[in-house]
Structures are given as structure tokens and as C-alpha cells.
């Protein structure tokens, strides 16, 4: 039986919780922990439902919960969950969890806020990720933007207030762009609805005009290429990584990136079709920017987190340029991609944390020789780093490749200069795994250097599992975002529009789990 409660029980668990946590008169900071982490983890559990209940053949939203919140102008309480949102939802809830146990000892000032805006970070991010009315979908936007800022702002390090003022600057310019879309859309379709907006747009009721369709498409497009970040919007992402808190960049690369991500494919793709084919050229070549400039700043980066934050750069253009393949396969392993992006490098983030944890600095010139008295420290980081730089049978390995499939069938050039890109990841992330874990030890402090903790150990183990789980696994991820992938291809289509058939390459479900065709036909 369908339980009618389920996506607004995932929403109202951490707002509870914070909640609780707010008006909680304890200065026992143990329990504080203990009750977030409680909070957390049942979460995590609970969100796992949804890949229970879901139909992962079956097209369309699923587990909709759809009432009338506002009569004048008509908002709906409207939430659903799909094969592209149901994963990128499940890692929210799994790296909160991580991100609470992360911060168990690292946190000495304000615990009780800082978990309080943590939980309700979680909150306005999955209600994006579930939100099927625009006006709902904007305003759980602008929730995640609060407790973000406050968590680099208050917690952050040296630079904290420059990098969340930064950060809210250029996030709420995105916003502020995307809300004229929203009240621009309401104006020609009289609702704030997804599903009928959708509809109606695409059986051509009301035709939008060449013009319209660009600005419109722009209105959304600019604000989630700032959240990707895309170049050239990219410059609030190293300052606010480096600043931020672990579990702060945790969260911000595993799942606030993949918010930008997300929006492309559930809005600029299906709403605004036309616009979103002419712009194509355009955004690969930022994407391709993105991926060759985002990899040679981190191979010079003498700061160990602001490489791993430009690595982000580098491997969110791999995702907006599978996007912008418009084909099955291309999407399919953008998609994937979102995911082993979110695990891998908030799995970097974590390890770094655990240096600055132990010696409060990330300048690379500070560490040296920590393979010695670190042994299970460095394993983890190599192997996370293998990951990272797309070895086979781990997770970066699967969504890069499918992503170059895809764009190589679109543009051969286009896939010849991202590939680029695979080659400078493996440059940056080895150096800086050399002169950080190898060579002789220049600093005395880094000779008594502890090990990781039970505890450090417990978070890396399971980072770990996954990130092997999706690489040897990776079926069971391309299986179910199959019939997702092709359901936005078809609201692509335009009446007179050929249908979309999968031409370029697909990823089909089946008991093969890939099925990849060669077929060379339509326009390129």
C-alpha cells in the first residue's frame, strides 16, 4: 500500500528535528550530537522507501502528493519523485548523515546551531529535488541559501564572512533571475505548476515565441549555472570550499552542485526545448572551458581543499556537457556522474578535513612523508583519489565514460577536448597524493601525526563501500534512470518535432544493464 505521506515525511523529519533541537534548553553537547545523529540516520533510512516503492519502469512522477495551498494565485502543495530525483535525494539524506558524524569532534562553538542549520540544509535541499510547483520549488531554494551561509559564516575559517557573503551574492542574483521566469511563466500559463506547465507547452497550447523561449530559458539557465558553478560564474566555489566547515563542503559538493545540475534537466531541457538545442553549442564549449581551466588551476594549487574545490569545476563540466548531448546515453551518464561526484569528492573533502583536523592548515607545503605514520589514512585517500581521476571498476570511472560515449556520437571535437580533462585529473590528483603522503617527512609535527580514529575510520569505510558498490554496480543506477532520461527527451518534443528515438547511444534497462547502438543518423 502507497504510503500518501512519504515524500512530505522526508521534509518534515530534520524540520522536526531542528526544531526540536532549537528549543532543546540541554548544554550537554554529547546528546546534542547523539539526538542529530539520530535524526539523521532515520532520515537516511526512511528515504530508502523510495527505492521500494518506486516503479522505475514506469514514466512520469510517482508518490505525488497534490493540494491546493493557496487559492489566489494558485499554488499547489505539489511533490513527486522520478527515477532522476529519487537517487539524488537518497544521497542527500546519506551524506547528512556523514556530514553529523564528520563533525563530531570538530565542531567546538555554537554545536547546537550548528546542527540545527545542518538539518536545515537538508530540509530545503530535498525539498527541491521533490517540489513539482515552481513557486514551491523556489521557495525551498531560497531555504537551503540560509543555513549555507550561516554554516561557512559562523563555522567557517579564516575568510568566512568574504566567502558567504560571496556565496548569497551570487546565489540569490541566480534566484532573482529565476523568479522572473517563474512569475513570466505563471503570466502565459496562468499556474505554477511543473506537470501542467509542461503539458501545456508541449502540445503547443501556449506557443512561446522564438524570443520568449530564449529569455526564459536564460531566466532559469543562468541561475542553476551559478549553483553547477559553470564558467565563467564559477568564482564563489573555491572561496566558499575553502572556508566552509567539512561538513559544509561535504554537502555543498555532494548534493548543493548537483541542485544546478538537476534544474537544467527537469526545467531548461522540457520547458524550453528550442532555446535549449540553439544554446547547446554554446554550453558545451563553457562546459569544455570549465572541465581543461578547473583542472590546470587545481594542478597549481599550492591549497589542498581549493584543488579538490576546483576538481568540482572540472567534473561538473563533464555533467553539464553530457546534459546538453540531449541523447540517452550522454544524459544517463551525467546523471550517474551527479552521483559519483557527490560521494568521491565529498569523500576528498572528509580526508582533508582529517588533515586539518590534525595539523589546521591545507597548504600542501605543510604535509610530506604522511604515508608513514598514516598508513590507513593515505590507503583511503589513494583510493579515493583513484576514483576520483575515473579508475575503472570505481565510480568516476562509469559516468565520465558514458558522458564521452554520448558527446563523441553529438560532436567528436567536443568529446577529443573533455577528454582532455581525464588525463590533467589523474596529473593533479597524483602530484598532490605524492608531495602530501610520500617523500621524506619536513616537519617535525608530522612524525607523531595520529591515524585515523574508529570513528574516521567507520565514515571512510563507508564512503569507500559505496564508491567500489558503483562501479561494479553501475547497472542497477542506469536501469532505473532509463525511462526517466527518455521521459525528458519526449517533453522535448514539439508538435511537427520527429520523435526522439535512441540513436546517438542509449543505456537501456535489461538483464545486460547496457545496451549501446551505433546507429549514425540525424541532424549534428
Known sequence: MMLPSLLTSLILIPTVGALALLVLRSDDHKFIKGFALGVSLFEFLFSLLLLYKMDFSASGYQLEENFSWITSPPIRYHLGVDGLSVFLVVLTTFLTAISVIASWNSIHERIKEFFVMLLMLEVGIIGVFLSLDLFLFFLFWEVMLIPMAFLIGIWGHGRRIYAAVKFVLYTMAGSILMLVGIIWLFNVTGSFDLPYIQQTL????????????????????????????????????????????????????????????????????PLFPGASHKAAPYVAVLAIIGIIYGALVALVQPNLKKLVAYSSVSHLGFVVLGIFTFSTIGMQGAIYQMLAHGISTGALFLLVGMLYDRRHTFE??????????????????????????????????????????????????????????????????????????????????????????????????????????????????????????????????????????????????????????????GTR
Request: hydrophobic share 50%; charged share 15%; glycine share 8%.
Open 202 to 269: 508541449q502540445a503547443g497550447v501556449v506557443p512561446l515565441a522564438p524570443t520568449v523561449e530564449l529569455l526564459l530559458f536564460l531566466s532559469f539557465f543562468i541561475a542553476f549555472a551559478i549553483k553547477v558553478p559553470l564558467f565563467p560564474l564559477h568564482t564563489w566555489l573555491p572561496d566558499a570550499h575553502v572556508e566552509a566547515p567539512t561538513a559544509g563542503s561535504v554537502i555543498l559538493a555532494g548534493v548543493l552542485l548537483k541542485m544546478g545540475t538537476y534544474g537544467m534537466m527537469r526545467f531548461c531541457l
Open 364 to 521: 600542501i607545503s605543510e604535509y610530506g612523508g604522511l604515508a608513514t605514520p598514516m598508513p590507513r589514512l593515505s590507503a583511503f585517500f589513494l583510493f579515493v583519489a583513484l576514483s576520483s581521476l575515473g579508475l575503472p571498476i570505481l565510480n568516476g570511472f562509469v559516468g565520465e565514460y558514458l558522458i564521452l560515449l554520448g558527446t563523441y556520437a553529438a560532436n567528436w571535437k567536443w568529446a577529443t577536448w573533455a577528454a582532455s580533462g581525464v588525463i590533467l585529473s589523474a596529473c593533479y590528483l597524483l602530484w598532490a597524493y605524492q608531495r602530501v603522503f610520500f617523500g621524506e617527512v619536513t616537519h617535525e609535527k608530522n612524525r607523531a601525526l595520529p591515524d585515523t580514529s574508529v570513528r574516521e575510520r567507520g565514515i571512510l569505510i563507508a564512503m569507500a563501500a559505496v564508491t567500489l558498490w558503483m562501479g561494479v554496480g553501475s547497472a542497477y543506477l542506469t536501469r532505473r534512470t532509463a525511462t526517466a532520461t527518455e521521459t525528458i527527451r519526449q517533453q522535448m518534443v514539439r508538435p511537427g518535432d520527429p520523435q526522439p528515438q535512441m540513436r546517438e547511444g542509449s543505456l537501456a534497462p535489461g538483464n545486460s544493464g547496457i545496451k549501446i547502438s551505433l546507429e549514425r543518423s
